[in-house]
């Protein structure tokens, strides 16, 4: 511990020195009994204070949570020598709320005493948190002394973004060779009844349809739709967001992401992420419990990056998007950066689909006529930007806080569909 002397004992040393050297400048003992009480209590003091030997450890309930989770943290205090009086604060990061317990905490320890401290946490936001930094402040008896300690507990806990409700997901275009719970567009054998055809030599038996072939007067078989996955890549832009106090469009798009991944993944398609922005990142796409991790603490890593480098989809490494994979973008279309990026993504071929995190309802108005012309101008260009995408066969949708998940993906649902039949 770092020790250094209170005002408490300046002040001490201070009367008995003025007192004392008045004393006998003046040569008036009085003066010097006036000061010798300090002077005793100095005297005492000093011979009294002793380093105090503080142990601290923190123990956490889980290393894992989902937002809004609450969860127990316990710290045990243990003194050696005793402390007359300590101080303890247990830093908390930006993302975790004190619920119940106090923090800071001030306590008296006996020598050899231990003393448990029961926090209690919420998960305000999602993150990958560092807990464990604890300040120390102890004083003796007199309170002549201050020692200063900071001690690193340091334990990771990893605080998921929670799932926005989400009954159906987008369909791909196209599927890939090994099975899954997408219904391919191509025949084959599978559960989806696709049309009926005569019989051919090679066919099965149980493919008849006997109640059509009897109508018919010949052999009909059934064709089916066969269960195929998909590759899906999830394409997250970091370049830039819009924020108003603790809420801002990347915490609404990592939520999206980390809820699209786990629903892709639950009916066995691959999945894999891009992270676009400052620093780019991307994870292969693959499938299971173990890409789940993968990709949500991928995403914990996601935060606005400041950077002017121009970045195109050239430096995202091929294999990360396979050619017949459904690529789902989370963006707010703040940079033009990752505007031009998606457009060269449709440009060359992708099935693209645009989840737009609107950053509208965080944006105000000024107070000028001016100022209220260039936030119309504002919306009138992402109007543009929007029909931009549409022109070129890419659906989107605008999703804000306050408003259904399922209904901004229900918009793409549907022009895909609409488009589609169009095509046919």
């Given at each position: 511990m770092t020790r250094t002397a209170s005002p408490r004992l300046v002040a001490y040393a201070a009367v008995s020195a003025v007192g004392l050297v008045a004393a006998l400048a003046l040569r008036r003992p009085e003066l010097a009994v006036l000061a010798a009480p300090f002077a005793a209590l100095l005297a005492v003091g000093l011979q009294l204070a002793e380093t105090p030997a503080v142990g601290v450890w923190l123990a956490l309930d889980r290393e894992r949570a989902i937002e809004g989770d609450e969860l127990d943290v316990e710290l045990l205090v243990r003194s050696d020598t005793g402390v007359a009086r300590l101080e303890l604060v247990l830093l908390l990061p930006a993302g975790l709320e004190l619920v119940e317990g106090e923090n800071p905490v001030a306590l008296r320890l006996?020598?050899?005493?231990?003393?448990?401290l029961p926090l209690r946490l919420r998960c305000a936001r999602w993150g990958r948190w560092e807990l464990g930094d604890v300040r120390l402040r102890a004083r003796d008896t007199l309170g002549l002394y201050?020692?200063?300690?900071?001690?690193?507990r340091r334990q990771s806990l990893k605080v998921y973004p929670r799932a926005e409700r989400l009954r159906e997901l987008v369909a791909?275009?196209?599927?890939q060779v090994y099975a899954g719970n997408a219904v391919a567009r191509v025949k084959g054998d599978g559960l989806e009844f696709a049309d009926t055809r005569p019989f051919a030599p090679g066919d099965r038996l149980r493919a008849i349809n006997w109640r059509a072939s009897a109508r018919r007067g010949e052999l009909i078989v059934n064709e089916r739709h066969p269960e195929r996955n998909t590759d899906v890549i999830l394409f997250l832009d970091s370049f830039a967001e819009a924020r108003r106090l603790e809420e801002s469009t990347l915490d609404l798009a990592v939520r999206a992401t980390a809820t699209l991944a786990a629903r892709y993944l639950a009916r066995r398609d691959r999945v894999g992420l891009v992270t676009f922005g400052g620093i780019l990142r991307w994870l292969m796409p693959g499938t299971g419990v173990a890409q789940r991790y993968r990709l949500i603490d991928a995403v914990l890593e996601t935060e606005v990056e400041f950077s002017y480098a121009w970045k195109d989809v050239n430096v995202i490494p091929a294999r990360t998007l396979p050619p017949e994979a459904l690529v789902l973008a989370v963006t707010p279309l703040l940079d033009p950066r990752a505007v031009g990026a998606l457009l060269d993504l449709r440009a060359?071929?992708?099935?693209?689909?645009?989840?737009?995190v609107s950053p509208v309802p965080f944006v105000e108005p000024g107070r000028s006529e001016l100022d209220r012309l260039a936030?119309?101008?504002w919306l009138l260009r992402r109007e543009e930007l929007?029909?931009?995408?549409?022109?070129?066969?890419?659906?989107?949708?605008d999703w804000s806080e306050g408003t259904s998940f399922e209904a901004a993906l229900e918009g793409v649902r549907s022009y895909r569909r609409h488009a589609l039949l169009a095509r046919r």
């Open positions: 006996a020598r050899g005493e231990e003393r448990e201050v020692w200063e300690q900071r001690v690193g791909p275009l196209e599927t060359r071929g992708y099935d693209l689909a645009v989840i737009e936030h119309r101008l929007r029909s931009r995408f549409e022109r070129v066969g890419v659906s989107v949708a």
